[in-house]
């Protein structure tokens, strides 16, 4: 794979409301879940919030709160996600790459772990909030992206 050379206009920043959607890795069948993102960035660096209902085993259903904190270098964005309550208190590692026009930001996520055998990880997709047609948008599109 050869190396990206993306010039996104450096007057974009993360600052919105943004709607998600991630999946687990498929040998665990378990469906994709939304999430709606705000995040706030200035000069770089960005936080924010994510809310979301879970779908994994043992917290199908569960309302789930996390907060962010990131990086934006051009068009590489990371951040790590970290959930705060509701059971659940592990960190989340997202990289992904923003859009040309600065609404989408499509990458994967990872949850480290020492054994490089025990890492899970899928991929995720979050569209900027910008009319009623984003969440179907970001569903179709999804659907369309290569593992």
Known sequence: MGERVVSVDRSFNLTGIWNGIYNYPAKYEIPESHFLATLIEF????SGSIHETMQRRGHRGVKAHASVNGKRSDDLVNFVKLYEGGGLSHSVH?????SLDGCE???HWHIPNEDPAQIFAGRFLMIRRRSAKTQQTMVERFEHIEP
Do not use: Q, T, V
């Not at 000069?43 to 960005?46: D, E, I, L, V």
């Not at 997202?94 to 923003?98: A, D, K, P």
């Open 43 to 46: 000069g770089g660096s960005f």
């Open 105 to 107: 930001i499509e990458g």
């Open 94 to 98: 997202y990289e992904g790459h923003l």
